[in-house]
């Protein structure tokens, strides 16, 4: 069982930025991928960045691309999303996910954190 606990949302100005982390409770964190999805309000939730097990392979959605780091701290059992440039349209819920084979439906998730992101 893996559990995963979220930090870091909340308000901020647009053009500001916040960083997400997300700790796991799970000793093999080496063996999962990992990835970060949101949920704007009224929409459906929607990748955002994925990191590889060893962190040498990042994936990013378009409208992210250039403005959000994802990375990883396998000592800390922790994966951060450094979100830069904000925008109004970024405000969501953030959660955190991982899998051992596959981002396609990750099978852990965590409870979420709210982003903010004021015009």
């Known amino acids: 069982q893996v559990q995963l606990v979220e930090s870091g949302g909340g308000l901020v100005q647009a053009g500001g930025s916040l960083r997400l982390s997300c700790a796991a409770s799970v000793r093999t964190f080496t063996f999962y991928l990992l990835a970060w999805f949101r949920r704007a309000p009224g929409k459906e939730r929607e990748f955002v960045a994925s990191i590889s097990r060893n962190g040498g392979v990042t994936n990013y959605a378009d409208s992210v691309e250039g403005r959000f780091t994802i990375s990883r701290d396998d000592a800390k059992r922790t994966v951060y999303l450094q979100m830069n440039s904000l925008k109004p349209e970024d405000t969501a819920v953030y959660y955190c996910?991982?899998?051992?084979?596959?981002?396609?439906?990750?099978?852990?998730w965590g409870q979420g954190t709210q982003v903010t992101v004021s015009s």
């Open positions: 996910a991982a899998d051992p084979i596959s981002m396609s439906t990750p099978h852990y």
